[in-house]
């Protein structure tokens, strides 16, 4: 044994181990409320961590997370008074909101879409394009102003940085 072990040894029996909050701490998510989860530790040594910030590494996204998912606590500037969670397990993540959607969902490449055209435009459009039977101006006909076109498509592109599976 080094003499630093030996130095070691006897100030852990001293003052007890200490804790090192330079390196991720492996636990679970007891509970979440908003950007704020409650946190408990694998490790005996770090106490429950309440009320703690999650940190999702991109800006303006929010995650929802499950109750008993497995994450990680780290500490800004190894102190114990800055913690935060991040790096969740697969499958721990049961929504993710992207503040550039306004909390909308999102559609993806293959999702089926459904177009509702209103009267109104049907008739700007055949004017637009002068298919009218008289070669005079376009006048809707009766019932015309009810009827919308309805058609299904799917998306054929989309984000190249933004990807589900």
Not at 112 to 125: A, F, Q, Y
């Amino acid at each position: 044994m080094s003499l630093y072990d030996q130095i070691a040894a006897i100030v852990d029996r001293v003052v007890g181990r200490r804790i090192d909050y330079c390196h991720p701490w492996p636990g679970t998510i007891v509970s979440q409320s908003g950007d704020t989860v409650d946190f408990s530790p694998d490790d005996h040594r770090l106490p429950d961590l309440v009320g703690v910030p999650i940190r999702t590494g991109v800006a303006g996204v929010r995650v929802t997370v499950a109750n008993g998912a497995r994450a990680r606590a780290h500490f800004d500037d190894g102190s114990p008074a800055k913690p935060f969670v991040a790096l969740w397990d697969l499958g721990s993540v049961v929504s993710i909101d992207m503040a550039a959607t306004g909390g909308q969902p999102v559609a993806r490449q293959g999702d089926l879409v459904i177009v509702t055209i209103p009267p109104s435009e049907i008739v700007k459009m055949v004017a637009a394009l002068g298919l009218s039977n008289s070669g005079g101006p376009v006048v809707p006909g009766p019932g015309a102003a009810s009827a919308a076109l309805q058609g299904a498509g799917y998306i054929s592109s989309g984000s190249a940085i933004v990807r589900s599976t």
